[in-house]
């Protein structure tokens, strides 16, 4: 079996984002003006990828992202398992390490390897890595699927890529995102493994 490449991009920006709010998965926002330039700046520099299947979470800011390339018809299915982490009660709010103590202890507990801690009635990174291994799996039983695009969300892209790659969930914090990022992975049937990291030269792409 050839290995197969897999496009895992974060949406594009969104107001929250500017502001430093806190969207999580209960915060179904959309791209704002900068957010659509960074779609069609991702669509110039790989509109032409033969792509097989689309996935996106259920939120519109993912689906806004690859808009382009549903709009060529491509297959395409949203997966609540590739939502964002929810941060609960936060969600809505403007979070900050300098001024947050709770949040601080969260990331704290996270980096420390205690993965289970969550913000009030928020998930924490092992919920949400238990909801994506269903999508994981289904992802990995799709042999014909040879060239995949992905899109989600910052948190989670986190935590998928602990899993892809086989490294502890309190490591996510190396995996680095921004808006309309891109990771390219290769899948050669039983290993992943990265070929692109934090790639936004499509960015740079007049749109």
């Known amino acids: 079996m050839r290995p197969r490449t897999i496009y895992l991009l974060r949406h594009g920006q969104t107001d929250f984002n500017v502001q ?82 709770e949040y601080r202890q969260v990331l704290a507990d996270w980096a420390a390897g205690r993965t289970n801690a969550r913000l009030t009635g928020g998930e924490s990174p092992d919920e949400v890595a238990a909801r994506q291994r ?37 490591c996510m914090e190396g995996f680095e995102h921004s808006n309309l990022c891109l990771y390219k992975l290769e899948f050669t049937g039983t290993v992943f493994t990265v070929k692109n990291f934090l790639d936004v030269a499509h960015l740079q792409v007049p749109a």
């Not at 806190?22 to 003006?33: E, W």
């Not at 590739?82 to 609960?88: C, D, F, M, Q």
């Not at 969300?153 to 998928?160: E, N, Q």
Request: net charge negative; with cysteine.
């Open 20 to 101: 430093g709010i806190v969207q999580g998965s209960g915060v179904d926002s959309s791209l704002n003006a900068t957010g659509r330039r960074q779609a069609a700046q991702f669509f110039a520099a790989y509109g032409h990828m033969p792509f097989d299947k689309v996935y996106t979470s259920v939120l519109r800011r993912t689906q806004e992202s690859v808009q382009q390339f549903l709009d060529l018809g491509l297959p395409h299915e949203a997966h609540a398992g590739l939502n964002e982490i929810s941060w609960g009660v936060r969600e809505g709010t403007r979070i900050t390490m300098e001024e947050d103590a």
């Open 134 to 170: 269903p999508f994981i799996e289904l992802l990995k039983s799709r042999h014909d699927e040879e060239t995949v695009l992905i899109c989600m969300h910052g948190r989670a892209m986190r935590v998928m890529l602990c899993q892809l790659l086989n490294y502890p969930l309190h």
